[in-house]
């Protein structure tokens, strides 16, 4: 998952302001939210990596040998989903949008960080490189979501006459 934080200058003040407002104020930045978490998704979907084949491996998985296959082709990409903001908290005013993956395709986790790689529980001494896409994905959001929160305080508070 992408973390990044930005510095406000006066943020102290800002939330005192905010706290001020009426609560369905906040239901003004639910919209600026989703938007910068859908740009995160749409690009992180069209920067998952694919198999260089086109296909899934199909084998042999499993302790009891089943055949089965192992990722169906297309399934990460999918599976990232974005998770719209809900419900907030009213006293410190957080509100979020979040991407990421869901349970079928928990295996996008090591695709992204990398990880070592184990052959039947058995360490092989090599790692396998990491292949990020979502966190470059929101690190390429990252101005796009600073713009687009700034609007959406900035229309909020003049919206509701407490802009100064």
């Known amino acids: 998952m992408a973390i990044w934080s930005q510095s406000v200058e006066g943020l ?5 302001d905010f706290r001020k407002l009426p609560d369905d104020a906040i239901n003004d930045l639910i919209p600026a939210t989703t938007r910068v978490g859908q740009a995160i998704l749409l690009l992180a979907q069209a920067r998952v990596p694919s198999s260089k084949y086109g296909k899934s491996y199909y084998g ?4 009891k040998g089943k055949e089965s296959w192992n990722h169906a082709p297309g399934l990460l990409k999918k599976s990232i989903r974005l ?3 809900r419900k907030y ?5 957080f509100i979020s949008a979040s991407v990421g993956f869901s349970a079928g395709a928990a295996y996008g986790v090591p695709l992204e960080l990398g990880h070592k790689l184990v052959f039947f529980g ?3 001494g090599t790692s396998v490189k990491e292949r990020p896409f979502l966190r470059n994905s929101a690190d390429d959001n990252k101005q796009y979501a600073i713009n687009e929160t700034t609007e959406a305080i900035n229309k909020t508070l003049e919206k509701f006459g407490r802009k100064g």
Request: proline residues 10%; positive net charge.
């Open 122 to 124: 058995t360490p092989m």
């Open 12 to 16: 102290d003040k800002l939330l005192d």
């Open 60 to 63: 042999k998985m499993g302790n």
């Open 89 to 93: 908290n009213k006293k410190k005013w």
């Open 83 to 85: 998770k719209k903001p």
